[in-house]
């Protein structure tokens, strides 16, 4: 099992940052994972944002997020994290963090992920 907790949502104005953080923990957490960000609208269905492998640092993210939002890992802390830039009304969702079982690619789809983290609320206002 791995456990993902995410924190660092809230409320900031258009062209604002936030840093999403998301701590991993769990006996079958490894560096052959990749952790991830989803986020879901109100309305929407889910959608991947950006994610990266643990052990290379591969990453991968949706064109709408390119040159604002980027992720990073903190391998002593078991953390990885969004640094989210330029902020837009439309970024407002749930962001997930999200972990799937991976070595050398970066997976995309939400069913390529096996757990997940409760959720964190950010809040984009114009």
């Known amino acids: 099992q791995v456990q993902l907790v995410e924190s660092g949502g809230g409320l900031v104005q258009a062209g604002g940052s936030l840093r999403l953080s998301c701590a991993a923990s769990?006996?079958?957490?490894?560096?052959?994972?990749?952790l991830g960000w989803f986020r879901q609208a109100s309305g929407k269905e889910r959608e991947f944002v950006i994610a990266?492998?643990?052990?290379?640092?591969?990453?991968s993210y949706t064109d709408s997020v390119k040159g604002r939002f980027t992720i990073s890992r903190d391998k002593a802390k078991n953390t990885v994290y969004l640094q989210m830039n330029s902020l837009k009304p439309d970024d407002t969702a749930v962001y997930y963090c999200a972990a799937a079982p991976t070595q050398n690619w970066v997976p995309t789809i939400g069913n390529e992920y096996r757990y997940w983290g409760q959720g964190t609320q950010v809040t984009v206002s114009s």
């Open positions: 769990g006996r079958t957490f490894s560096s052959d994972y990749a």
């Open positions: 990266i492998t643990w052990n290379a640092g591969l990453t």
